[in-house]
């Protein structure tokens, strides 16, 4: 695949992934803790959800950002990998000490332990190729 098409594909799935955590986040942000069912909700609770689901919001718009010029965002992909990857490494122990949750949250487990890392690989080789690339 010539370094162009490359770029594009990597555009494309970046995209398409981003818009997790911007869907994610503006719901949290719009329904808070009690847009995921159940009974009572915390007001101090749901104010914390709604703060962290801004910052999901945030980071989905800031890998969006990414894209136009994605082979020269390396440190910014790289930081929201890693925000992204301790967030789930933090959802991983939350399994280990309360439990398995649900389908969606394993998913999203997925998205952060495996997805976004394997993208920011991606992005490091198209980075690297453009380096080569360039006349």
Request: glycine content about 12%; hydrophobic content about 55%; proline content about 4%.
């Amino acid at each position: 695949m010539d370094f162009g098409t490359e770029r594009r594909a990597l555009q494309r799935v970046v995209a398409v992934a981003a818009v997790v955590p911007v869907a994610a986040g503006l719901y949290g942000v719009l329904f808070g803790q009690a847009g995921l069912g159940g009974g009572h909700v915390e007001v101090s609770t749901d104010s914390h959800f709604r703060y962290l689901s801004g910052l999901l919001l945030g980071i989905g718009l800031l890998f969006w950002s990414t894209i136009p010029a994605i082979e020269t965002k390396a440190s910014l992909f790289r930081f929201l990998t890693m925000v992204v990857v301790l967030g789930g490494l933090s959802r991983l122990l939350g399994l280990w000490l309360t439990g398995v949750p649900s389908l969606t949250m394993l998913a999203a487990l997925g998205m952060e332990l495996v997805v976004t890392p394997v993208l920011c690989l991606w992005q490091v080789r198209v980075a690297n190729r453009a380096g080569t690339a360039i006349p």
